[in-house]
């Protein structure tokens, strides 16, 4: 059985920072993308970034409004995916979910939540202003 496990979320001020980890279980997603989604109250779930993993490097995917702010990495021995998020403001607040590919889909993919499998419970982030 599957199982993505989401941890690290919590409160913080804006500018600070929290890194999220996705423990994944049930089966490796080394060559797939696993990536995170957020879902402020009242909105419609969002890409926030994507990562996978090949023997020339990981490559990662981000959207517009948490780039060269957040940062995704994955260890593969540990099976699990990191979302490290800094310079956090207000509007990033949402409960923050973990995803998983079932199998190698393209890039033009990643921004799209149905083209995931397997999601975790989700973690809620919540910056104060």
């Known amino acids: 059985q599957v199982q993505l496990v989401e941890s690290g979320g919590g409160l913080v001020q804006a500018g600070g920072s929290l890194r999220l980890s996705c423990a994944a279980s049930?089966?490796?997603?080394?060559?797939?993308?696993m990536g995170w989604f957020r879902q402020a109250p009242g909105k419609e779930r969002e890409f926030v970034a994507a990562?996978?993993?090949?023997?020339?490097?990981?490559?990662?995917y981000y959207a517009d409004s948490v780039k060269g702010r957040f940062a995704i990495s994955r260890d593969n021995a540990k099976n699990t995916v990191y979302l490290q998020m800094n310079s956090l403001k207000p509007e990033d607040t949402a409960v923050y979910y973990c995803?998983?590919?079932?199998?190698?889909?393209?890039?033009?993919?990643?921004?799209?939540?149905?083209?995931?499998?397997?999601w975790g419970q989700g973690t809620q982030v919540t910056v104060s202003s």
């Open positions: 990562i996978r993993w090949s023997w020339s490097g990981g490559s990662t």
């Open positions: 049930g089966r490796t997603f080394s060559s797939v993308f």
């Open positions: 995803a998983a590919q079932s199998r190698v889909r393209s890039p033009g993919t990643v921004g799209g939540a149905f083209e995931y499998d397997y």
